[in-house]
């Protein structure tokens, strides 16, 4: 059973800060990787995709991925309250679907 | 921007009805999706749909459910005799290419909230 596991939160961090999002997968097999931001009633909004180990960066967002540790995280520089959310990891395994974790409610504080 | 779009947005049915929902992809995608979520749970993969087949299902996706895209636009989930845990919002979603590709990731609609009674 492939899992993706996320701390469910809430993260509360002040407006400015750097929110840290943390998500582990139980598969080394894993090809594809990607954070989503949900908003309470809305669809997943992608933010992020990562393939290869190492950082990638995308203006105030940066994704970590580090196959070894089955470890994928999402850093939010200069937080800002529209920030506030949940954030959904998903990983992908070999086909063509995305096994979400439960997701991190985070929250800024101004 | 091009979007995928899901109706009704809301949708209301007693137990053992047969409920339809309806999705039109982003016109040029070929991949397409339906995932849902359970109220405070988890989204969770349905079916994957591919030159007009299955190309992979989930264990949810029972003998219940069904799939059909009837003309060059609509993407349909149906379920046949639904039951009070099928009430979910249920999420369409499209790609142009497989979403292992790189730059083509899952485009989502705005979900139907499916609640039966």
């Known amino acids: 059973q492939k899992e993706v596991e996320q701390n469910s939160g809430p993260l509360s961090v002040p407006e400015g800060a750097i929110a840290s999002l943390n998500c582990t997968y139980s598969?080394?097999?894993?090809?594809?990787f990607f954070w989503y931001r949900q908003y309470s009633g809305k669809s997943p909004e992608l933010i992020m995709s990562?393939?290869?180990?190492g950082d990638k960066e995308d203006g105030r967002f940066t994704a970590q991925l580090n196959k070894a540790s089955q470890y994928v995280s999402l850093l939010i520089r200069d937080s800002q309250p529209s920030d506030s959310a949940t954030y959904l990891c998903?990983?992908?395994?070999?086909?063509?679907?995305?096994?979400f974790g439960t997701g991190t409610r985070l929250t800024i504080i101004p | 921007e091009p979007e995928v779009t899901q109706t009704p947005s809301h949708q209301v049915t007693q137990m053992g009805q047969e409920v339809i929902l309806r999705c039109v992809p982003i016109?040029?995608?070929?991949?397409f999706y339906w995932y849902r979520q359970i109220l405070g749970q988890k989204v969770e993969f349905l079916v994957s749909?591919?030159?007009?087949?299955?190309?992979?299902k989930s264990e949810i996706f029972d003998d219940q459910f069904s799939v059909e895209r009837p003309d060059g636009s609509n993407f349909t989930l149906k379920i046949r005799s639904t039951k009070l845990e099928d009430s979910a919002m249920y999420f369409c979603?499209?790609?142009?290419?497989?979403?292992?590709?790189?730059?083509?990731?899952?485009?989502f609609g705005n979900g139907t909230r499916l609640t039966v009674t």
């Open positions: 979603a499209s790609s142009e290419s497989r979403i292992s590709s790189y730059n083509s990731p899952l485009h």
């Open positions: 598969d080394r097999g894993s090809q594809s």
């Open positions: 990562i393939y290869s180990n």
């Open positions: 998903a990983v992908m395994w070999g086909n063509e679907k995305l096994t």
């Open positions: 016109s040029n995608h070929l991949y």
């Open positions: 749909f591919y030159n007009n087949e299955i190309s992979e």
